[in-house]
């Protein structure tokens, strides 16, 4: 009895090792080599997606030949927080303007077309970042800080004085500093609402106010 079990036993062992010996790879059966083709495809495909993204083809965005100022029609501002909104381009002048009721208009002008526009403008003291916004363009889906005092979106902001901030030629009136983006393809809000907080400071320090 032990002899036919152990007979049937072996039997079994040896069909079992030969069957899965079946499914053991052959390194040269065709799947393996199309397998090691299509990975080296795409590994090319995948060099050639990385180079097309750091700017092999010659395209990208064109390069800034001017240097921002750091004065805008009197007011000292850091010109770095500028740089998220100017394009590129071979010049930039400055352009200021006095419209009516004191209001001031501060223009960014670069190879020819306004790029960003500051101005200083006189409200009755009733008046609110949220209200002033209304009245000019880019402050689309605005935000307003936690203290009402500014009013930001992407491409325009607005920012209001603190009261110490005076004018003998217009009592009962609050000075606020407004930022207008006309550069293509330029929003940031965050970089914004730094801009307005700066800018407003800057004119709260200036002879803006007495």
């Given at each position: 009895m032990t002899s036919i079990w152990h007979r049937?036993?072996?039997?079994?062992?040896i069909?079992?090792?030969?069957?899965?010996?079946?499914?053991?790879?052959?390194?040269?059966r065709p799947v393996r080599i199309v397998?090691?083709?299509?990975?080296?495809a795409a590994a090319l495909a995948a060099i050639l997606v990385l180079s097309a993204c750091s700017g092999g083809g010659?395209?990208?965005e064109e390069k800034r030949k001017?240097?921002?100022?750091?004065?805008?029609?009197?007011?000292?501002?850091?010109?770095?927080?500028?740089?998220?909104?100017?394009?590129?381009?071979?010049?930039?002048?400055?352009?200021?303007?006095?419209?009516n009721g004191g209001t001031k208009r501060c223009?960014?002008?670069?190879?020819g077309d306004v790029s960003v526009r500051q101005i200083q403008a006189w409200w009755s003291n009733g008046e609110s970042a949220f209200t002033v916004a209304a009245g000019y363009e880019k402050m689309d889906d605005g935000q307003v800080t936690d203290d009402d005092r500014y009013l930001y979106s992407g491409t325009g902001s607005v920012g209001k004085t603190t009261a110490s901030c005076k004018?003998?030629?217009?009592?009962?009136?609050?000075?606020?500093?407004?930022?207008?983006?006309?550069?293509?393809?330029r929003s940031d809000s965050a970089a914004m609402k730094t801009l307005i907080t700066a800018y407003t400071k800057a004119l709260e320090d200036s002879?803006?106010?007495s």
């Open positions: 049937i036993s072996r039997s079994n062992f069909t079992i090792r030969e069957e899965l010996s079946a499914f053991r790879p052959q390194p040269n397998r090691s083709s299509v990975s080296v010659g395209g990208g001017y240097t921002a100022p750091s004065t805008l029609c009197g007011i000292l501002l850091d010109p770095e927080l500028l740089d998220t909104f100017l394009p590129g381009g071979d010049s930039i002048s400055v352009k200021p303007s006095s419209l223009d960014l002008i670069v190879d004018s003998p030629d217009h009592p009962d009136q609050t000075l606020y500093a407004v930022v207008q983006v006309f550069t293509p393809d002879g803006a106010c």
